[in-house]
């Protein structure tokens, strides 16, 4: 399985990226894809989350701000972020496969694949 995540830089405050992960080697049409993010000295946290059936779900500092899609016949999963604050600021890594669990107030996403990230740099 081959994960080639693109679409990171720099940006305003404000500004908007969207980031592309495109997947090899596995039925993508099958998989939940998501992305995940690690500031500088903090751990990878959850982002967003769409399951084969393109149903999406956000971490709440997200929601209303960032987009996840994606597009079977490419094989690829969409990040749309609007809105970026300096706190964006991290590496994106991109996910496919694995098991979603629906808590009470909270989504875990547990991926059976990882991307290379790419850098987002938002500056304010």
């Known amino acids: 399985v081959q994960l080639q995540a693109s679409g990171g830089g720099l940006v305003q405050a404000g500004g908007s990226l969207r980031l592309s992960c495109a997947s090899s080697g596995r039925t993508f049409s099958r998989d939940h894809a998501g992305w995940f993010r690690q500031a500088p000295g903090k751990e990878r946290e959850f982002v967003a989350v769409?399951?084969?059936?393109?149903?999406?779900t956000y971490a709440s500092p997200m929601k209303g701000r960032f987009t996840i899609a994606r597009d079977n016949a490419k094989n690829t999963v969409y990040l749309q972020m609007n809105s970026l604050k300096a706190e964006d600021t991290a590496v994106y890594y991109c996910?496919?496969?694995?098991?979603?669990?629906?808590?009470?107030?909270?989504?875990?996403?547990?991926?059976?694949?990882w991307g290379q990230g790419t850098l987002v740099t938002v500056s304010s």
């Open positions: 996910a496919v496969g694995g098991i979603i669990t629906q808590l009470t107030t909270a989504v875990i996403y547990k991926p059976d694949y």
């Open positions: 769409i399951t084969w059936s393109g149903a999406g």
